[in-house]
């Protein structure tokens, strides 16, 4: 299976970097920019994360949180991989859940945020938020379509 990231046009909503994929900050015509006051973290950064994420136990966080397992720590490897190749800003956050899900945020400009959180091997919530109107939920399911 694979990642299908064109449903909801999703990667048209991501920040680029400019030039260098490895870049953390930067903007492009048409493409949303990361906030300037954002707290952004580096590719390195999240891929080294995802990997302390792949050791944690349940009740890694002593409240009872499920442990994310192999195969959606895997999952989520493979986006960020997808993401970084295509010149997307590394996310601010990248942060695991309670649900045994790990969660990627960037924080855009005007008060906007998008956060995909990988609720299963090749399946992730994607959250916009506006300050102006309501929120919105786009689901990405698994699908068998390769990401060209």
Request: hydrophobic share 40%; net charge negative; with cysteine.
């Amino acid at each position: 299976m694979m990642w299908n990231l064109n449903e909801h046009d999703l990667l048209a909503r991501l920040p680029r970097s400019l030039g260098n994929p490895s870049a953390t900050n930067g903007t492009s015509n048409g493409t949303p920019v990361v906030a300037r006051a954002s707290v952004v973290t580096s590719w390195d950064e999240s891929f080294q994360k995802l990997q302390e994420y792949g050791g944690c136990e349940d009740d890694w966080d002593g409240q009872g949180a499920s442990a994310p397992t192999h195969e959606l720590t895997e999952s989520a490897w493979q986006l960020i991989k997808i993401l970084r190749a295509k010149g997307i800003t590394a996310p601010a956050w990248t942060v695991p859940g309670v649900g045994g899900t790990v969660a990627f945020e960037w924080l855009l400009e005007e008060g906007r945020s998008l956060e995909i959180e990988v609720t299963g091997p090749y399946s992730a919530d994607v959250f916009l938020d506006f300050p102006d109107r309501p929120s919105q939920l786009l689901e990405i399911k698994n699908e068998v379509e390769a990401v060209s």
